[in-house]
């Protein structure tokens, strides 16, 4: 069984970091893309981040970028979101995702964008900004 359980989500005051783990069981997703996804309240989940198996040229949502770093470390089939310089905007649930298959990253990205039901979601950890 599948299993994505992200950790590292908190309260932080404006301008501070944070850095969610997202560890995965049940399959390695070496070769698989992942991302990062996030939902604020009143609002629909939104597309954050995401990675290739290979760990190169990431794609981020823009209002992330020069913020925000999404990596990964195979061998311990862990992805990470690390995130500075967060503002009241960035509060919301994060989730993690995992690709069914491997493919290039552009086509994982937008079938989760296409479907929010695809791949494989955890539960989400919660990150909250205050001003």
């Known amino acids: 069984q599948v299993q994505l359980v992200e950790s590292g989500g908190g309260l932080v005051q404006a301008g501070g970091s944070l850095r969610l783990s997202c560890a995965a069981s049940g399959r390695t997703f070496s070769r698989y893309a992942m991302g990062w996804f996030r939902q604020a309240p009143g609002k629909e989940r939104e597309f954050v981040a995401a990675i290739s198996w290979s760990g190169t040229n990431p794609y981020y949502t823009d209002s992330v970028k020069g913020r925000y770093t999404i990596a990964r470390d195979n061998a311990k089939n862990t992805v990470f979101l690390q995130m500075n310089s967060l503002n009241p905007e960035d509060t919301g649930v994060y989730y993690c995702?995992?690709?069914?298959?491997?493919?290039?990253?552009?086509?994982?990205?937008?079938?989760?964008?296409?479907?929010?039901?695809?791949?494989?979601w955890g539960q989400g950890t919660q990150v909250t900004v205050s001003s």
């Open positions: 995702n995992a690709d069914r298959y491997p493919r290039p990253l552009g086509d994982y990205v937008r079938e989760v964008l296409g479907r929010w039901e695809y791949g494989y």
